[in-house]
């Protein structure tokens, strides 16, 4: 399983560590990934998702999951993820 956030794209960053005498060592930084249950108001059953706490933010912040995946763009999605925007999107177009 790969260490990348589902919903923002987020992976392993590369580094150094310096210490106090300045000597550089090679660090890889990891993503504080979660798994998650979303609920999904349109599509009426929860997700489970491996995303970031930053994404679990973000997701509150927008409203939900379904307000969260309508504005995200699609290239930063994971395929799952990218699936459950086209459900979302064709729910709401059914409903409207």
Do not use: G, I, T
């Given at each position: 399983m790969s260490r990348?956030?589902?919903l923002t794209g987020k992976g392993v960053q590369v580094g150094h560590r310096v210490s106090h005498s300045n000597i550089k060592t090679k660090h890889r930084f990891l993503p504080n990934l979660q798994n998650i249950s979303f609920a999904s108001e349109a599509l009426g059953q929860t997700v489970s998702l491996r995303v970031s706490t930053q994404a679990l933010?973000?997701?509150?912040h927008n409203g939900g999951l379904?307000?969260?995946l309508l504005k995200a763009n699609a290239e930063v999605l994971s395929t799952k993820a990218r699936q459950l925007k086209t459900a979302i999107a064709k729910k709401r177009?059914?409903?409207?």
């Open positions: 990348r956030c589902e933010r973000s997701v509150d379904d307000a969260f177009a059914e409903a409207a």
